[in-house]
């Protein structure tokens, strides 16, 4: 069984809390510019109905981030939500699994564990900003010496133009030659 299972037969009705702790190897979670570090720490609320089992927490994990622009590592806190919830149902076995919407998924009324390893690491990923940065005004390296212009201005000539048309100056050159 797997670290992140959480087991619904000791569940009473009502809300009652639970920790999960387990290895990042043991989660599908990849992101690139991202390395996850063990443990994985889960808290939840798990609140327990005749009709569904809902699950609200908070994942927390470290990981080595390098910065998009200028390639620094840092280590960082993750702190993600963490939302499911698991409708009982009597009686009709081939609805488990998956509904049509996000989060939501249907169980057999006396099913014993739900495994929470996808939606951890879907929660993980979509918590993530679209561009790993060190910090969101990171001035990244100089295109042409590849200094970090967080440490200072580096002695290259300053070009005003846009990246796009840098490249295409670049682009001109090749064929030049
Ligand atoms: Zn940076
Ligand atoms: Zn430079």
Same mark, same amino acid.
């Given at each position: 069984?797997?670290?992140?299972?959480?087991?619904?037969?000791?569940?009473?009705?009502?809300?009652?809390?639970?920790?999960?702790?387990?290895?990042?190897?043991?989660? $599908?979670?990849?992101? $690139? &510019?991202? +390395?996850?570090?063990?443990?994985?720490?889960?808290?939840?609320?798990?609140?327990?109905?005749?009709?569904?089992?809902?699950?609200?927490?908070?994942?927390?994990?470290?990981?080595?981030? &390098?910065?998009?622009?200028?390639? %620094?590592?840092?280590?960082?806190?993750?702190?993600?939500?963490?939302?499911?919830?698991?409708?009982? +149902?009597?009686?009709?076995? $081939?609805?488990?699994?998956?509904?049509?919407?996000?989060? +939501?998924?249907?169980?057999?009324?006396?099913?014993?564990? +739900?495994?929470?390893?996808?939606?951890?690491?879907?929660?993980?990923?979509?918590?993530?900003?679209?561009?790993?940065?060190?910090?969101? $005004? %990171?001035?990244?390296?100089?295109?042409?010496?590849?200094?970090?212009?967080?440490?200072?201005?580096?002695?290259?000539?300053?070009?005003?133009?846009?990246?796009?048309?840098?490249?295409?100056?670049?682009?001109?050159?090749?064929?030049?030659?």
């Amino acid at each position: 069984m797997g670290k992140f299972v959480l087991d619904l037969r000791d569940l009473k009705d009502g809300k009652s809390t639970r920790s999960l702790v387990g290895d990042v190897e043991s989660l $599908d979670l990849s992101r $690139d &510019e991202y +390395v996850f570090h063990s443990p994985v720490r889960v808290e939840l609320e798990v609140t327990r109905s005749e009709y569904e089992i809902s699950v609200v927490g908070e994942i927390l994990v470290t990981a080595q981030v &390098e910065c998009a622009r200028c390639a %620094c590592v840092s280590t960082r806190e993750i702190v993600a939500d963490l939302r499911a919830r698991y409708i009982r +149902v009597r009686g009709k076995s $081939d609805w488990n699994g998956r509904s049509e919407h996000a989060g +939501v998924f249907r169980i057999q009324y006396d099913e014993g564990v +739900v495994d929470l390893s996808e939606e951890i690491c879907q929660s993980v990923l979509v918590s993530l900003p679209m561009r790993a940065l060190c910090t969101s $005004d %990171c001035k990244g390296l100089c295109p042409s010496c590849g200094a970090n212009l967080n440490e200072g201005q580096c002695s290259c000539r300053r070009t005003q133009s846009h990246p796009a048309w840098a490249a295409l100056e670049k682009l001109k050159d090749i064929e030049g030659q």
